[in-house]
Structure formats: structure tokens, C-alpha cells
């Protein structure tokens, strides 16, 4: 779908500060709630590093002192060996009652097929922090926009209610200089005091939405606005995949990741390298009388089968119920987000109408109001028949900021959903 820009661009409110559009969508950048956003994603990225760290091996240096009540072999020796050593001229079976290891551990997995299942939910789940900071911001970028072109709105608003009552003002005075004159009663100018202090009501209102709006906005950027900044749709919205589904899409790969590590965790054999060498010392060797040491090690590589674990079980239960919800979840969300962009679109056509038809009516409503002012001023004409006119013609700008404001509004919601950047489009 092409959205065009003609519609988009309309009675300019003159601003008192020159904030841009993209200046707003800059101070985004710099606000709490986008960097919590970034931290998730760095956690997510670092979640995966901190399982793939476990096909690394430990390294452990390790020490001990010993001391028994009898004297205790320094290590295993075979019954051989034993002989041999007892037999030999200065040396012995090393026993002692104190002892000291000194040495070093390594352990490390050769084969874990869950670690490979945990290291891809991770992906998916650093990758669905990153779309999800992603659809933040485009929600930001979007609630500033539509928080702008409702100030907007009430920006050109309170300009058509000021021109409305000067322009009533302008009729008082013509008013006033009959009734002076006798040619009207007073009552007259009683009718159009009411309607002034009614446009004053309005104006009033409407400072108080648009302090809710400047707040919203503020909120966001940190910036107080003291008008409405002006855009313009500089590129067409670009229709791709809906991108507000990405962060789920990989939540839900990650899921069944989960799923495959707990199957994995249950069935499948681990298989592990165990490698320990250590220098051990007998101090005072029972038949000796002096300290001896003797290096001793091993090499290990062990397999785990898992036989039966109830837990386990229940867990793959538990997962494949996630799973399923989050399928669920993503068919629901899909659905909604094809009936609301099918909803959009349509809204977006009959706006493109409703915008051409305000402006005839504008027009249309200004000539009358012409006509009114002659006719009330000469008398052939009510005050409250003339007062329906100035309604009339105020009625008609109101609904053209209205519809224009509502565009831009549409236009947002279609940014997020196809996770178009606003600071490219909008300038």
C-alpha cells in the first residue's frame, strides 16, 4: 500500500522552540527505559556465553595436609612394586603419618547434548531481547508521534477558536454600536458575552489536554515542548513481515530448545575427560626417618547413561505445555495484528475521503459565515441564527485537524506492526 503525503500537510501552528520531529526521536536513544532495553539484550548475549563456557575445561589447583593416627600409605601401590621397593637398598613403601598433596584437577565434557540445546534457546532468546528492543522503540517512536499530532490538533484548534472569537468580538463591537444607536435591545449583546465566555471554556479545556500531551512526550525524550513540532511523511511505509511478531517467533524457537535440552537431560549419555596429577609428600617415612615424594595421577573418561529420573519426565511435561502456549500465543497475536492492519488500511482510504470532504465543507463554511455577518449586522438576521455560522465553520476545522490527526495515528500503528523506523520516514 502507498501512502501518500498530500493529505499530511496542513495549517502550520507556529512553534516557539525549534525541537524537531527527529531531534524527539533522537532523545529516545538516551532515555532509561531504551537502555534497560540494550541491558536485556546484553544479558541474553551473555546468557548464551555463560552456557557455552561449559564445553571449556576447569582448571583446579588443589592442596592438602594430612595427618593420620597410624602411619598411612603415601599412595597405591600393587603388591609388585611393594615388594620390589622393600627389597631395595634405601628405599621403602612409603608410609607416613602426616601427608601433603599438592596438584592439579581438570575436568572437561566431551559430550553433552543438552549444553548444544541450552546454547541455541539462549540464540533465540538473545535474539528476541533484541527484536523486542527493536519494537520498543518503534512503540516509543510511535506513541511520540501520535502524542504530536494530537497536540497538533489542539494547536490548530485553539488557532480556529481564537480567530472564532475575534471574530465574534469584531460582531460584539458592531453589536454594541447598534444597541448604543437603539436599533437593537441590549439582550443582544447579552447572547454574544455567553458565546465568548463559552470559547473561553474551550480554550481553556483544550490548554489542559495539550499540558497532558507536552507531558507524555516529555515523559519520553525529556524534552518539554511548548507547541507542536511539524512532519511530513518523507518515505512510504515499507510492507514487510510483521515484524511485531519477531520477538515471539524466537521466544518460541527458544522454547523448543528448552524442550530438546530437558528431553536430552533425560535420555541422553554424557560423556566426561577427568584428569588429576598431584606430588605427594610423607614427611618422616616410617622406615626411612625422612620426608619422600611420589607423583601420582590419572586420566579419566567416564560415561553417565540416565536410566530413570521421575522429575525429568514431568519436566519435558511441563516444557511441552509452554511450548504449546506459546504457539498459541503467536496464533492469536498473528490474527490480531492481520485484522488490525486490514482495519488500518481501510480507516486510512475513507480518512483520504473524509480530508478532501472537511476542506470543501471549510470552505463552504466560511462563505456562509460571510453572508451571516452582513445579515446580523443589518438585522435580518438573529444573533443565535448568526452564532450557529461561527459554530458551523468552527465545527469544520475541528473535524479536518481531527482527521488528520488520526491519520498520523494509523500511520503509526502500521510503522510498529511492520517495524518500520520512524527517524527515516518522519521529517
Known amino acids: 500500500m502507498k501512502i501518500k503525503t498530500i493529505a499530511l500537510s496542513f495549517v502550520a501552528v507556529v512553534s516557539l522552540n525549534a525541537t524537531t520531529i527527529t531531534e524527539l526521536f533522537d532523545a529516545l536513544d538516551q532515555q532509561p527505559s531504551l537502555q534497560i532495553d540494550e541491558l536485556n539484550k546484553q544479558m541474553g548475549q551473555i546468557g548464551k556465553k555463560k552456557v557455552d563456557s561449559n564445553y571449556y575445561p576447569t582448571l583446579n589447583l588443589f592442596g592438602s595436609y594430612t595427618h593420620y593416627n597410624s602411619p598411612t600409605n603415601l599412595l597405591p601401590l600393587d603388591p609388585i612394586t611393594a615388594g620390589k621397593l622393600a627389597q631395595t637398598p634405601g628405599k621403602s613403601v612409603p608410609f607416613a603419618q602426616t601427608i601433603q598433596k599438592v596438584g592439579v584437577l581438570v575436568n572437561m565434557p566431551l559430550y553433552v547434548k543438552e549444553l548444544g540445546e541450552l546454547s541455541q534457546k539462549m540464540k533465540h532468546l538473545a535474539k528476541s531481547a533484541k527484536y523486542k528492543k527493536m519494537l520498543n522503540l518503534y512503540k516509543s517512536q510511535a506513541t511520540i508521534l501520535g502524542a504530536n499530532s494530537g497536540l497538533e490538533y489542539l494547536d490548530n484548534l485553539l488557532v480556529t477558536l481564537n480567530s472564532t472569537k475575534k471574530s465574534v468580538q469584531n460582531t460584539q463591537n458592531d453589536i454594541k454600536i447598534s444597541v448604543d444607536n437603539g436599533r437593537m435591545p441590549g439582550i443582544a449583546l447579552d447572547k454574544i458575552d455567553q458565546k465568548l465566555n463559552e470559547l473561553d471554556i474551550n480554550i481553556n479545556n483544550i490548554n489542559i489536554q495539550r499540558l497532558n500531551l507536552i507531558a507524555k512526550i516529555q515523559k519520553l525524550t525529556n524534552i518539554k515542548l511548548k507547541h507542536s513540532v511539524k512532519m511530513n ?183 510498529v506492526i511492520y517495524g518500520n523506523n520512524l527517524k527515516g520516514m518522519i521529517k
Open 233 to 415: 511523511l518523507d518515505t512510504k511505509l515499507q510492507e514487510n513481515s510483521i515484524f511485531a511478531l519477531k520477538p515471539l517467533e524466537e521466544k518460541l524457537l527458544a522454547s523448543k530448545k528448552d524442550l530438546s535440552a530437558v528431553k536430552s537431560k533425560r535420555y541422553s549419555p554424557k560423556v566426561a575427560l577427568n584428569v588429576m596429577y598431584s606430588e605427594n609428600y610423607a614427611q618422616e617415612d616410617v622406615k626411612l626417618g625422612k620426608s619422600v615424594h611420589e607423583g601420582y595421577g590419572y586420566y579419566q573418561i567416564g560415561i553417565s547413561i540416565p536410566l530413570y529420573d521421575k522429575s525429568k519426565s514431568v519436566d519435558i511435561e511441563l516444557k511441552k505445555i509452554q511450548l504449546l502456549k506459546d504457539q498459541k500465543n503467536i496464533e492469536k497475536t498473528k490474527d490480531e495484528l492481520k485484522a488490525d492492519i486490514q482495519s488500518i488500511k481501510e480507516q486510512l482510504k475513507l480518512l483520504d475521503r473524509s480530508a478532501l470532504l472537511t476542506k470543501e465543507n471549510i470552505k463552504k463554511q466560511k462563505n456562509l459565515l460571510k453572508f451571516a455577518k452582513v445579515a446580523v449586522k443589518e438585522g435580518r438576521m438573529t444573533q443565535e441564527d448568526y452564532l450557529r455560522y461561527e459554530d458551523g465553520l468552527l465545527s469544520a476545522n475541528a473535524k479536518y485537524y481531527q482527521v488528520v490527526s488520526k491519520k498520523w495515528q494509523s500511520i503509526a500503528k502500521l510503522t
